[in-house]
Nanobody
Framework: DVQLQASGGGLVQAGGSLRLSCVASGFTFDDYTMGWFRQAPGKEREGVSA????????GYADSVKGRFTISSDNAKNTMYLQMNSLKSEDTGVYYC???????????????????WGQGTQVTVSS
């Protein structure tokens, strides 16, 4: 079965950094697109960043461009999100997700994804 385990969240001051990790199992990692999504209280889940494990193509929400970097290590079946210059607006539960590369049209749209991790809380204080 497919499993996605997100970790690395925590409490950080504005301007600080966190690195999230998502360890995947149960599927062929390099055939999938993976993404990070976040959900703040009272708001819809939104796409933060995504990466194709097939060709390395990445995408970012406008709100995080220049501050966040997504990456994948295919040998470790692990996806990362390096978050720098964090703002209070970045607060939320961050989820990792996966979908077969062949099925992706918009990699920042939550409905594209078939598999989801449990999420990790990121809280940015200001």
């Amino acid at each position: 079965d497919v499993q996605l385990q997100a970790s690395g969240g925590g409490l950080v001051q504005a301007g600080g950094s966190l690195r999230l990790s998502c360890v995947a199992s149960g599927f062929t990692f390099d055939d999938y697109t993976m993404g990070w999504f976040r959900q703040a209280p009272g708001k819809e889940r939104e796409g933060v960043s995504a990466i194709s494990n097939t060709d390395g193509t990445t995408g970012y929400a406008d709100s995080v461009k220049g501050r966040f970097t997504i990456s994948s290590d295919n040998a470790k079946n692990t996806m990362y999100l390096q978050m720098n210059s964090l703002k209070s607006e970045d607060t939320g539960v961050y989820y990792c997700a996966a979908v077969d590369d062949d099925d992706v049209n918009n990699a920042l749209r939550p409905s594209e994804y078939d598999y989801w991790g449990q999420g990790t809380q990121v809280t940015v204080s200001s």
